[in-house]
């Protein structure tokens, strides 16, 4: 299993340990909308997150990376993954 995670530096696949996952349930803000001289408040939806945080030893640093509904229930805490990071 590969994923994909971006950052500064150049790019390199390192192996990793799912350290944890977690669920961000779905939310809605209400953002302001100015129409002239009215403002109207405007709702916004963010979807449901499935976030997995994998940590790579010896970089000694946690990469945490939103994944779909699938692949979030195919791996579990402890499981090793080879995930795409750039290193700075």
């Known amino acids: 299993m590969l994923l994909s995670l971006?950052?500064?530096g150049k790019k390199t696949d390192v192996k990793g340990v799912?350290?944890?996952k977690?669920?961000?349930p779905p939310h809605t803000i209400y953002k302001p909308f100015y129409n002239g001289k009215?403002?109207?408040m405007m709702?916004?939806?963010y979807p449901e997150e499935h976030i997995i945080v994998v940590e790579v030893d010896w970089l000694n640093?946690?990469?945490k990376r939103n994944v779909g509904y699938d692949l979030y229930n195919e791996v579990s805490v402890g499981d090793s993954v080879m995930i795409t990071v750039r290193i700075k």
């Open 22 to 24: 977690h669920v961000n």
């Open 38 to 40: 009215v403002m109207m």
């Open 61 to 63: 640093e946690q990469f």
């Open 6 to 8: 971006v950052a500064c």
């Open 43 to 45: 709702p916004y939806t």
């Open 18 to 20: 799912v350290v944890s």
